[in-house]
């Protein structure tokens, strides 16, 4: 006869299992999730270890033990004040450690560990990092009166990821005390900055680089004069063709040279609106109307996303002037400004943009600075080199120049 009550202990009995069962399972799922200790005994330490001191840390080599579970070496050493711990995999049989300052000794620890997470024998490295790349860069740094301002440059043999930062005094809180002016990052082995904005007036200056990790370098202070400096005055400029170089525009109005100096930008994402286009050159010529000594200019790109980086936006291009009219389509009487490069911030593939490119290409508009020992010039004359769509026309929303213009 079957047992109905029997049954029913039984039911719960297993009920109870599986509920166990299940409940050890997540406490050993959730408390553990790597390989059990096998044993106790730690690894060998690491021998024959070689210190190449660098800019600012060291690459250390070593022989790793003979041991069939080794994980990996740790490093520990001090740096700026904190202790500092990392970890080299066990397929390695180098560190490389980062982040010094100034040229000093450092003791570093190396101890390998286990999959038991046994610990060897740590042995001590010695290290005498060279002085860290931003006091290369100070040395290197050149200062100079710019217009508006100052022009920075400086050699960064390692590509180090730096900051360069320059201060001025200002009494924005209602007392003198420094504050910044501008901050630059890079890693260009060749680095390059303006700081703009100012009056032709004498000014100190301050200029200091840092890195990641928190090192600084003494300021570098000195007084320093802008050059005088006016956006060019736009309702002069006119249409000019000297021989042999003929207005090659478009017919419509939208797209006349005209526009290329009329304050306009456009609406983001709207096609249309007024620029300039060239139908089939990649160059164009113009008269300011007045005599300036450049010393920047600015382009904005049409705002349709899939035409910024795109089409007839130039990409490479060159700048030439000439003080008088009398030229034509022969480079003999022009005077060469400067070659002069596009950049995409994101550098996404062609037919690509992200926020900040449109930002940077449209509403900001991209900048470039003209040599300071260019002449004054009246007459311009663009001369395309590639364009982003490697087109055969060049388009522009909006060119603006600035310089002295006390000729």
Known sequence: MFNIKLFKAMKKSLILLVAMAVFFNSCSENEFTGQYPTDG?????????????????????????????????????????????QKASAYKNSLVIEGFGKSAEHRVQLIAYDRSNNASPSVEVTIHPLDAPIYTIM????????????????????????VVSVITPSNTHGIEEFTEAETFYSKAKMGRGNVRGYQDDERVFGIFARDPWGNYTDTLTEIFQPIYEVEVDKSKFRRWNPPGIPYDGY?????????????KIGSLGVANDQGFANLTKLEFTFDMG?????????????????????????KRFQLWGSPHPNVNQDFDNWIFLGEFESIKPSGLPLGQVSDEDIRYAWQTGEDWNVPLEAPPIRYIRF??????????????????????NKY
Do not use: C
Not at 140 to 162: K, Y
Not at 251 to 263: H, T, V, Y
Not at 383 to 404: K, R
């Open 41 to 85: 005994t730690p690894p060998g330490s690491i021998t024959s270890p070689a210190v190449e001191n660098t800019p600012g840390g060291a690459i250390i080599t070593y022989d790793i033990p003979d041991d069939e579970d080794l994980l990996y070496v740790q490093a520990i050493y001090e740096r700026n004040g904190k202790q500092i711990e």
């Open 139 to 162: 040395e290197s740094l050149q200062a100079q009166n710019d217009f508006g301002g100052i022009r920075l440059d400086w050699e960064n043999p390692t590509g180090a990821d730096v």
């Open 251 to 263: 017919a419509s109005a939208n797209w006349r040279i005209e526009n290329l100096w009329d304050g």
């Open 290 to 314: 007045q005599t300036a000594k450049l010393s920047r200019f600015k382009i904005n790109q049409r705002s349709e996303s899939h035409l910024i980086y795109n089409l007839g936006h130039p």
């Open 383 to 404: 001369v395309g080199l590639e364009t982003w769509g490697n087109g055969s026309a060049v388009q522009v929303m909006e060119m603006t120049l600035w310089g002295d």
